[in-house]
């Protein structure tokens, strides 16, 4: 069983910001593209974000200019930084890892951002 560990997820105030991270087996992180998706209770998981494994990045337009993507290589893990937090980014956080070559797909037990003042 492939674990995707995610962390940092809490309540924070309108405006403000708060990380998230997912530690990631290595087998799977350097081989994978890395992203993190949201879901709110009766609706889709979205795709927030992602990053290959050269470090190339795809926003959300809702996120754009907000958020940031990032992984470190010397520690498996993909983080994502959440800057001017609105009630709309309320949701249970995923971390996703795909498989580049073999397209297999893994996620975290997800995470919850609370933006409530």
């Known amino acids: 069983q492939v674990q995707l560990v995610e962390s940092g997820g809490g309540l924070v105030q309108p405006g403000g910001s708060l990380r998230i991270s997912c530690a990631v087996p290595?087998?799977?992180?350097?081989?994978?593209?890395m992203g993190w998706y949201r879901q709110v209770p009766g609706k889709q998981r979205d795709l927030v974000a992602d990053?290959?494994?050269?470090?190339?990045?795809n926003y959300a337009e809702s996120v754009k200019g907000r958020f940031t993507i990032s992984r470190d290589n010397a520690e498996n893990s993909v983080y994502l930084q959440m800057n001017s937090l609105t009630t709309e980014d309320t949701a249970v956080y995923y971390c996703h890892a795909r498989r580049i070559y073999s397209g297999n797909e893994y996620w975290g037990q997800g995470t919850q951002v609370t933006v409530s003042s």
């Open positions: 990053i290959t494994i050269f470090g190339n990045t």
């Open positions: 290595r087998s799977i992180f350097t081989v994978s593209v």
